[in-house]
């Protein structure tokens, strides 16, 4: 409908302004739209918040006829410190030195200690958001969580039909019309017919439902009544960046499967020439994606560990100096370095003190 209406050529010249917001997920067919009126065109966005791609987005804001630029380097959500993981990841990942992300003057956190109240984990696929769901849910105080998009867009009631083709012994009945067709071909031959067709979508509800077999019913029914419809009364908001997009947590936690620099410290001071070369061979979504998920923290950013080693690129260690005397009082002056057996003279002033950092933890 939407090309058909392109084709049909719409004016909407009677208005004085035409606003586009998130103008760097547009397709070609809506620029087409717009940029063919004759009244004045606003596009704002921002191209590094680009994940749309596989839909036919295409990154309009640079390449197309314009008489002004305006750049909003500040942000208005988080402080200095989250901003500076931000523009790390934009200069490392992506080599974008010349406009920088600022902070404002909240205070803002990323060492993960402390972290109290409600928590957004943010993940790059529905399996580890299904995964979190599990782990939050269990033991004997289930946490309260609400799954972004609801129960009903995350598909629960797809994950229990496929695994229903698990057991046609059981006889049960499938509601989904689609998956319905694989009754008697069984779940092997869907899965082959997922990866064919290169159905990302439903590969991941496949390898949920063959991970936890057995317990899928069981599985499936805690979440439903752990689930509760308003995030306001979840402890854990869980979610891909993608159905994050847009919104914003004041403590969110990235979870360990986005993409990251395939080497990790203490590595990385040995291939200082290799480092330009290994993130461009990684398509630029995947990098906006993560930015995005760091960039919906407003308070505190609880980092996993290979977020954490993309900043060690740019030499950033976490150190804070003290008065050598107040470190004396709580631990011993030695290098903190493995297999370095260097004191440090007692009569320094100050003394570099790496941070300690809380870490996401990865659960299986």
């Known amino acids: 409908y939407l090309k058909l209406w392109q084709l049909q050529k719409p004016s909407l010249s009677k208005y004085d302004a035409i606003l586009v917001d998130e103008a760097q997920d547009c397709t070609p067919a ?70 920088t992300l600022v902070g404002n003057n909240q205070e803002s956190d990323v060492s993960g200690v402390g972290v109290e109240g409600k928590v957004a984990r943010l993940s790059r696929n529905n399996q580890t958001v299904f995964e979190d769901a599990v782990n939050v849910t269990g033991g004997d105080s289930p946490a309260k969580i609400h799954l972004l998009g609801g129960l009903k867009a995350f598909g629960l009631e797809k994950i229990h039909d496929l695994w229903k083709l698990l057991h046609p012994e059981l006889k049960l009945e499938i509601k989904d019309f689609f998956i319905k067709r694989w009754a008697e071909k069984g779940l ?68 360990g499967d986005f993409v990251s620099i395939p080497f990790t410290w203490p590595y990385l001071g040995r291939l200082p020439r290799s480092l330009p070369a290994v993130p461009e061979a990684i398509p630029e979504d995947e990098w906006n994606l993560l930015y995005v998920a760091v960039t919906r923290a407003k308070k505190r950013l609880v980092m996993s560990r290979f977020l954490a080693d993309i900043l060690k690129v740019t030499k950033e260690y976490y150190v804070r100096f003290e008065l050598t005397e107040e470190v ?23 003394i570099p003190k790496r941070i300690n950092f809380v870490y996401v933890r990865i659960l299986v």
């Open 328 to 350: 004396c009082k709580n631990m011993s002056l030695w290098c903190s370095e493995q297999l370095c057996c260097n004191s440090i003279p007692a009569d320094s002033v100050l």
């Open 188 to 255: 092997a031959s869907i899965r082959d017919y997922a990866e064919k067709a290169e159905d990302k979508q439903l590969e991941v509800k496949i390898g949920i439902v063959e991970k936890y077999r057995e317990r899928i019913p069981e599985l499936l029914e805690r979440i439903s009544q752990c689930h509760v419809l308003d995030p306001k009364d979840a402890d854990y908001i869980l979610g891909t960046v993608h159905k994050a997009k847009g919104l914003e947590f004041d403590t969110v936690q990235v979870a």
């Open 30 to 99: 809506v620029m087409d739209i717009v940029l063919s009126q004759t009244c004045g065109v606003i596009l704002v966005g921002d191209p590094h918040q680009q994940i749309y791609t596989f839909r036919g987005a295409v990154n309009s804001l640079l390449n197309v006829p314009h008489s002004r630029i305006f750049y909003l380097t500040q942000s208005f959500r988080f402080g200095s410190e989250i901003a500076y993981v931000g523009a790390t990841l934009l200069d490392v990942c992506k080599k974008v030195r010349n406009k």
